[in-house]
């Protein structure tokens, strides 16, 4: 029930008229899959060992968003599968920028060489992010109209589409793109939680693949995520694997700690977990340098869990939420408080300063130093 277009295709050329005019609801999107018109995929294959142009496949007017894969797919049988994720913003100035999409190709590259996959090049996965934000620029949710947290959510995936039975690497890999128009991750936006620290699992083990964004991290937090959920916490955090005495991150975003210079945070240092487990998150980097670039100081070193609730604020940091404040940690019977608001409902002033900033350079509304947007 799909379509392929070739990639010289000028039906489909879109331009800035076109962006958010899908006959979509944006103030009421969740952080949930909406189809668009098309993704795009580019494959590999072994015997020439390279990766075929990027190609459009569109769902069609009656088509469903799927495709047919391999039933010995190496990414269903031995979960060869790595993805990433970036967000693209239409702007006040009618362009739509992609947020550090270098830092995703990067990335991408060290989570296919930790599961022995073929590196899609960085203009290649540059060429697929642009096109298929291009070709779908129509869900790209309009400047202001979908609230705080409106944008269109660009999953690029890396996976084994070859089959084979015995272990060993496929001889076809697929890397698609494909975008969705996302609102914010938890239905709060940035009002902060309770997070449940998961002391019957770990999330990765030292020298595993905790620190690459490997499909099956995910498949291993789900359970215990389930399970924190349905305890009444939105979020879980686990602990080393080791010694469970240091903090790693939470289930699907990265950690930050807020110690106030003075009392009402105007000066901070900015404390993140360094682990050889930990994601390298984009969003935490960039909270990092936007701190430094104000002349403040950055620790990214190993945090214990006793200095928990030392921190004057705490939230969790990733690109689907951006920032969501936490503020109070259970653990077992016991209840850690965060800073002196505890359990009050109040987004403390560092996380919400550090929100507006990026959503700012995000939007374009404010000046972009370090050169993180990239136009489409
Ligand atoms: C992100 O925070 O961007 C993630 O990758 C989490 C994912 C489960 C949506």
Redesign the pocket.
Known sequence: TTTTVPSRSSSAVKSAADVGTAALAWERLAFDFVPTSCYVKSVWRADTNSWSPVEEVHYGPHGEPVMPVHIASTALHYGQSVFE?LKAFACADRHVRLFRPRENAARLERSARRLNMPVVPPELFMEAVQRCVLRNCEYVPPYGAAGAGGSLYVRPLLFGSGGRIGLGPADEYTFLVLVTPVGN?YRGGLAPVTAYITTEYDRAAPRGVGHVKVAGN?AADLKPSMEAKARGYPINLYLDAREQRYVEEFG??NFAGIRYLDERGDRYVYVTPWSESVLAGITNRTLMELTQLEGMAVEHRPVTLDELGHFDEVFAT????VITAVDQVVRGERVIPIGRTTGSGHVGPVAQRLYRQVRAIQTGEAPDPAHWTHLV
Do not use: I
Request: charged residues 0%; hydrophobic residues 20%; without cysteine.
């Open positions: 994720g991750y995910y699907t975003s990733g690109t689907a939420v």
